[in-house]
């Protein structure tokens, strides 16, 4: 778990993961276009993302592709956001479902 | 027609033969994911994922290939897509073992973009998958769906 947030504290990081999970599949080439950083630093990069398992990879032929793999986020969410959140989230879901009642009514 | 696939990752601490049982089997499905899916896991046989709660289908296909306890392919649809096999997409599962772990790979693929299948898959793994992973080190499931229910 420690791998996942030093993999997230990193703004080029989670730039890579916010593209990654607009479009899947990507190279290292394509993921290179629109960042402001050279090659060698986004392979290595995308290196630390993968070693965290937020990115997994696929190749294809010589072709590496990368994926967005969110499994880890949602172990954190489960251990660190769910635990400490349900009571003020189900009143929150409550008020959503009244409110989204009135106006579909 | 371009098709797109997600490829989702976890690595769980327990033996190879139990990962493999809890993804083929009602008994454990239902206990990490709700649902029960049903099928006799041979290749060309259909099989059906069903509410434990109300037997309701909500998702068939067809078994591809079954390598225990390494590789499944297995289609995947919605029942009213079960004749209609260009909506079925591919979900693969991968188990390897990685030094006192497994790694288990789910590559969703062939799915149509911006379908509905899309949109429910990619928030689906990841909890199920989190789910399974602490059913299997700790025995105990997760709510799976519990925030998806209360949110409906």
Request: charged content about 30%; aromatic content about 8%.
């Amino acid at each position: 778990m420690d791998d996942v947030f030093k993999a997230l504290a990193d703004r080029g990081r989670r730039k890579l993961l916010d593209r990654l999970f607009k479009r899947s599949g990507l190279t290292l080439s394509e993921l290179c276009e629109e960042m402001d950083m050279s090659r060698q630093a986004v392979a290595q990069h995308l290196g630390l993302l993968e070693a965290a398992n937020l990115v997994s990879t696929v190749w294809r032929g010589r072709e590496k592709h990368h994926y967005l793999n969110p499994v880890p986020i949602h172990e954190i969410y489960d251990r660190w956001v769910r635990k400490f959140e349900r009571r003020s989230l189900k009143a929150l879901n409550q008020l959503k479902q009244q409110l989204e009642g009135e106006r579909n009514d | 027609m371009t098709r797109t696939e997600f490829v989702y990752v976890t690595y769980i601490a327990a033996p190879q033969q139990r990962i493999w049982d809890a993804l083929l089997k009602p008994e454990f499905t239902r206990q990490y994911w709700l649902h029960d899916n049903v099928s006799d896991w041979k290749p060309g046989s259909g099989w059906e994922h069903k509410s434990h709660e109300t037997g309701e289908v909500q998702l068939v296909g067809k078994v591809v290939e079954v390598a225990p306890p390494k590789r499944l392919v297995m289609t995947w649809a919605a029942p009213m897509d079960a004749a209609n096999p260009s909506a079925h997409s591919r979900v693969t599962f991968e188990l390897e073992p990685v030094d006192e772990m497994v790694r288990l790979t789910v590559t969703h693929d062939e799915l149509v973009p911006g379908s509905d299948m899309e949109k429910a898959i990619s928030g689906g793994w990841p909890r199920v998958l989190s789910s399974l992973k602490t059913f299997l080190e700790t025995g105990k499931p997760l709510p799976t769906w519990a925030k998806a229910k209360a949110a409906r």
